[in-house]
């Protein structure tokens, strides 16, 4: 299968090929080994991710929230295939997108979004560990948020873990996108949210007062 | 235009002087002294005692720059020193002297921050353009990139820094402090053949390192004495698993701003190995790795002299009533004026 596949994304771990599955058109990933790791470090890692990331994505569709459809795993080759979404990553959206750029309605409308899906991962207790805006995606077809890229993600009940996994979010539009720092909106346990307060604290060098 | 950096942040004291030539932009290094606070083996230096350091050497390591560039008092533009962040104890024995420098010659004092200077003094060894930068260090665990007039952290340690790691797994085997801790771990590392599994804890973008530093701890005290795994052995366990660590934040970082250069810089930044594993993840990126040596790796003056200059270049001066010291200094509170 991997033979008729196009490359269409060198990522930091993986390969995404997309190809012809049964009538539809999916993705696959291939983690590749990493030469610089010591190969019992990267076997270790590699095995653990392809698994843990198949789970969690399985785990995230069964409970309602949008992400792509788990098709099926191979171990063996660490490969991963699965539904090829049409759609817009959130990051280009938010940085060519004149009418996010401009439109406070909009933008919004689209952080509510994030924050519903968000809320649903943490619900079911997947913590998606990479939360960036390039692991977000708008489906063209009815507009929905899918969350993809779940090769970090883990599973915890812990406030603690939901917690930096928003505080990587949070980071992730400061470093990115200046200029969205209003951009979010979650909606969960009071619990998450102080953890979240206290989260943020942490990370060296900052400048306390009192 | 000249200008003399001070730097004592650490147990480094370092007098740096550098010469910006405005019309070319040709930078020409005049003095780079260094004297280093080396503590014995199996113990760590403490701020207090580090000060006691600083304050005794400085005058002289001054006049040793002074010296070895062959410049007068009066060529001098500007004079900086690090600003934070550090020990507080150090930063302010070595502030004190930037502070009486100025007056005593009347010249204009910056304050600089430890961690631009780093990445100021790496750009401009390597003539790296916008690299994504990973700060290694005692005290400083980052991966930055640079956007719109700031240096962006993206990934930083949750804990402790990958060098105070490293320094305290040092002290646990007793190595010794000369030169530094992290290098005769290097040179032991090389000696290892056995892979012993430690942690490893990426959490997105960011690290922690105080988890595993327990867990090496323990499988010391339990297997040195029995013979089950040597010295060597866990040394090369250490780095592999936490350089593997940094290289994997840095890529991240790479692939999610789409960069294709990465720059080290930071006290342990000249570990040949951790470089090593950096070119071959660049490598499968098709990119390029920056690295500089012990001279600009390690804390020095220069890096300060250089980045204080170019601040002082677009108009910026630390009035002498606010030429204090901080201990927590984050790089992102830098405005970057120099750069586009």
Same mark, same amino acid.
């Given at each position: ?210 | 235009?000249? *200008? $003399?950096?001070?730097?004592?942040? #650490? ?5 740096? &002087?550098?010469?910006? @030539?405005?019309?070319? =932009? ?68 070595? *502030? $004190?002297?930037?502070?009486?420098? #100025? ?5 204009? &004092?910056?304050?600089? @921050?430890?961690?631009? =200077? ?223």
């Amino acid at each position: 299968m991997i033979e008729s596949a196009i490359l269409i994304k060198q990522g930091a771990e993986a390969r995404i090929y997309t190809a012809p599955f049964l009538t539809r058109t999916a993705i696959i990933k291939e983690r590749f080994s990493k030469t610089y790791r010591h190969p019992t470090l990267d076997k270790k890692l590699t095995a653990r991710r392809v698994t843990q990331e198949a789970r969690c994505l399985f785990k995230c569709r069964k409970s309602g929230v949008d992400t792509p459809v788990l098709y099926f795993v191979n171990t063996e080759n660490s490969t991963i295939c699965m539904e090829f979404i049409q759609g817009m990553i959130i990051k280009d959206l938010l940085i060519s997108d004149n009418e996010y750029i401009q439109n406070k309605e909009k933008q919004d409308e689209l952080a509510e979004k994030i924050g519903i899906a968000l809320a649903k991962v943490h619900a079911v207790d997947v913590i998606h560990g990479d939360l960036t805006t390039s692991n977000l995606m708008l489906r063209e077809s009815n507009q929905s948020l899918v969350i993809i890229d779940f090769g970090l993600s883990y599973v915890s009940s812990l406030p603690e873990d939901k917690a930096v996994d928003l505080y990587v979010l949070e980071k992730a539009f400061l470093s990115t996108h200046p200029n969205s720092e209003e951009m979010k909106n979650y909606k969960a346990s009071q619990g998450i949210l102080s953890k979240l307060a206290e989260v943020r604290l942490r990370g060296r060098k900052r400048s306390m007062v009192g | 235009m000249i *200008a $003399i950096g001070l730097e004592g942040s #650490a147990n480094k004291l370092g007098i740096g &002087i550098i010469e910006h @030539n405005t019309e070319t =932009g040709v930078v020409k290094i005049l003095a780079n002294i260094r004297h280093t606070h080396v503590t014995p083996p199996g113990t760590g230096f403490l701020p207090r005692d580090t000060a006691v350091h600083h304050r005794e050497y400085i005058i002289p390591v001054i006049k040793e720059a002074l010296k070895t560039s062959n410049i007068k008092i009066k060529d001098v533009d500007v004079i900086c020193y690090t600003k934070g962040p550090g020990m507080g104890a150090p930063l302010v024995s070595v *502030a $004190i002297v930037a502070r009486t420098l #100025a007056l005593l010659w009347n010249k204009p &004092i910056v304050g600089v @921050n430890h961690c631009i =200077g780093h990445i100021e003094m790496g750009r401009e060894i390597t003539g790296a353009d916008n690299p994504v930068v990973l700060y290694v260090s005692g005290g400083n665990t980052q991966v930055i990139a640079y956007s719109e007039h700031r240096y962006r952290i993206f990934g930083e340690t949750l804990d402790i820094a990958v060098g105070n790691c490293l320094d305290r797994f040092a002290r646990i085997l007793n190595l010794p402090n000369d030169p530094s801790p992290g290098y005769n771990i290097e040179q032991y590392a090389k000696k290892g053949k056995k892979f012993i599994e430690l942690p490893y804890t990426v959490k997105g973008m960011d690290v922690s390192f105080s988890g595993i530093l327990s867990n090496i701890e323990t499988i010391a005290n339990d297997q040195l004495s029995n013979n089950q795994c040597t010295p060597e052995d866990l040394c090369f366990s250490l780095q592999e698993t936490v350089f593997a660590m940094l290289v994997e934040i840095t890529e991240r970082a790479m692939a999610h701003i789409g960069s294709k250069e990465v720059l080290i810089v930071g006290g342990v930044g000249c570990n040949l190995r951790l470089q090593e594993m950096m070119a071959q993840m660049v490598e499968q990126r098709d990119g390029k790795v920056f690295a500089t040596d012990e001279r600009f790796c390690i804390d020095n003056g220069i890096m300060i002299a250089h980045a204080g200059l170019l601040a002082y270049r677009t108009g910026f001066v630390t009035p002498l009533e606010k030429s204090t010291c901080t201990q927590r200094f984050r790089t992102d509170e830098v405005y970057v004026a120099w750069r586009d």
